[in-house]
């Protein structure tokens, strides 16, 4: 793998834990049992998505990106804080843009990781969960503004 790959990874390693972060934050703001299932059913999904990165970064023998961990977490808190002050709407809005961001970043990697099977093909199990993600979300969204 080059340098750009490897670099890509740790692109998508970083976006990962960030989602992670987010929506770990956005739990404190959720009262409806079914939907705090569905937040930690999407943290645990990517959270798997972020430790195969991880997993592709340490087999290159390569660190984890430094600015995960504690600024992650900061980040991710600040975005959900923020999120819930102005509303819970508006915190799962910027969700929805987090996986179409993710989304999007997946379809561009997919096709340079053509050379690389078991990358490709978890490529796109992780664009599917992305898409997943979205259409949840997005229902969500519009379900609690009706």
């Known amino acids: 793998m080059n340098s750009k790959f490897i670099y890509r990874i740790k692109e998508f ?3 990962e834990t960030f989602q992670v972060a987010y929506y770990r934050s956005q739990l404190s703001a959720l009262t409806d049992e079914y939907h705090i299932k569905a937040f930690e059913k999407i943290i645990t999904t990517e959270d798997t998505h972020a430790q195969f990165f991880a997993d592709m970064i340490g087999k290159a023998n390569l660190e984890l990106p430094s ?11 600040i975005l ?3 999120a819930e002050s102005i509303s819970e709407t508006n915190g799962l809005k910027l969700a929805v843009m987090l996986e179409k961001k993710a989304a999007a970043t997946y379809r561009d990697f997919i096709s340079e990781a053509k050379a690389f ?4 093909h978890a490529l796109m199990e ?3 969960d992305e898409e997943f993600h979205i259409l949840w979300l997005d229902n969500y969204v519009h379900s609690r503004a009706q």
């Open 117 to 120: 099977p078991v990358i490709h």
């Open 13 to 15: 390693y970083i976006l």
């Open 80 to 82: 959900g804080e923020s």
């Open 67 to 77: 600015l995960t961990g504690t600024l992650f977490d900061f980040a991710g808190e």
């Open 126 to 128: 992780y664009l599917l």
